[in-house]
């Protein structure tokens, strides 16, 4: 066999990837946090839905997420191979071929949107659909290579599943849902910002227009400061339309203390071992900002359930 | 380089035909006119890639994660027309 023919064969026909590939083409970190959104939108909204159904419909988000992380894996791979953060990417890897990302992140999309559809209504599968359109044409193709608003606007298709699960039930949207699409979409810039400025250098390489290399260090600590002070009293909205009790107050107003003073350290250090510290410190604090923030409303929403069956049960016993 | 056997019109031309590196191409060897060719058909070039035993065991990885998932598949396909259908699933005219 010629040597050509049998690289040619080799190359073409045959995969790298093992399963684990194609499971972080999903994105599952990211996967993780739009499950929990989704879910609490899902508990919240009024009116009931079978646990089996409801179970199927946080699946079909997740998938609907995962595969938006493949599809954008698969646009971005060139970009992905020059970042350090993102070099290990199954593409850039040299695992998972560019075909195979885009036919699995297409085929997943089809099958979640119809899935969702099929078992809950089609309101729902097709604000699934526009989340994965906004992901990935929008933002992905569109804002990210473009624009220094790119995660601003782009947060959108971050901030949509809380409505998704939503929807799921109630076959419609309210301002419920948009208050928590309102929360996570304010969240996301100072977030995302955070992650920039230690990682500028890495964009500024691969030619991604962040707000740090563009408008400068200085102004995206303003930045920083400016959506945190934003974010803080919206994340209070839900206990003044009803829908976050006690807890959700209490959580809410100690986490978003704890945003403001990451927001106030990153846009006071002067040092570079102290910024890059308190970056570091608003990424992963703003992560658990959120997280609280919904388990809050998930917990205040089990014990509500919750305690009429605790109180039939101490009428059994008693 | 990839692109050359793809070409249609350089796939059907009879001097490519007996070129050793093209016709180590399956496409070019699933060709019905090519697969008569005599030359070709001797070539044992046209055995097929032989996979290295890591690339078997990806293969073989591969091959199960889809048999679970389309398993997982029927099982939520299940799920939906029972739970949406309820107990309206035992009515049906015989």
Redesign the interface.
């Known amino acids: 066999m010629s040597e050509l023919g049998a690289e040619l064969r080799r190359e073409t026909l045959i995969s790298n990837a093992d399963p684990e590939d194609f499971i972080a083409l999903l994105k599952p970190r990211v996967m993780s946090l739009v499950v929990f959104t989704a879910l609490v939108g899902l508990v919240l909204a009024p009116g009931s839905i079978h646990p089996v159904i409801g179970a199927i419909a946080i699946f079909a988000i997740a998938i609907g997420a995962g595969a938006s992380g493949a599809l954008n894996m698969w646009y971005d791979a060139d970009i992905d191979a020059i970042m350090k953060r993102t070099a290990n990417r199954p593409i850039p890897g040299g695992r998972v071929t560019e075909g195979e990302a885009l036919s699995f992140g297409m085929f997943l999309s089809v099958f979640s949107v119809m899935v969702l559809g099929l078992a809950t209504n089609w309101v729902a599968a097709g604000l699934l659909a526009f989340t994965i359109f906004f992901y990935v044409v929008v933002y992905t193709m569109g804002l990210k290579r473009r624009t220094t608003q790119n995660i601003v606007i782009g947060g959108a298709a971050g901030a949509l599943p809380p409505v998704v699960g939503w929807a799921a039930v109630t076959g419609g949207v309210a301002i419920e849902p948009i208050i928590l699409f309102a929360i996570i979409f304010l969240w996301t810039p100072p977030h995302f910002w955070a992650l920039a400025l230690v990682k500028s250098e890495d964009y500024g390489r691969a030619g991604i227009p962040m707000l740090p290399n563009v408008a400068g260090e200085a102004h995206t600590r303003l930045q920083i400061l400016v959506y945190t002070l934003i974010v803080v009293p919206v994340g209070l909205l839900p206990v003044w339309f009803g829908f976050g009790g006690m807890l959700y107050a209490a959580v809410a107003g100690a986490g978003g203390l704890a945003m403001l003073y990451w927001a106030l350290d990153i846009y006071r250090a002067k040092a570079d071992d102290r910024f890059r510290k308190a970056c570091w410190r608003m990424f992963g604090g703003s992560i658990a900002y959120l997280f609280a923030l919904f388990s809050a409303l998930l917990i205040e929403w089990s014990v509500t359930r919750l305690s009429p069956l605790l109180a039939g049960l101490k009428g059994v016993f008693a | ?2 692109a050359l ?1 793809d070409d249609p019109k350089l796939a059907s031309g009879p001097k490519l035909a007996s070129d ?7 496409k070019l060897a699933s060709d019905p006119k090519l697969a008569s060719d005599p030359k070709l058909a001797n070539d ?2 046209l055995d097929g ?1 032989r ?1 290295t035993d890591a ?1 078997k065991a ?2 073989s ?2 091959n ?2 889809i048999g679970y998932a389309i398993a997982g598949l029927c099982i ?1 396909f299940y ?2 027309t029972v ?2 259908m309820g107990p309206a699933i035992m009515k049906r005219p015989l």
């Open positions: 380089m990839s056997p050793p590196k093209l016709a180590s191409d399956p044992s070039n890639v996979l690339e990806r293969q990885k591969r199960r994660a939520v799920l939906i739970f949406k």
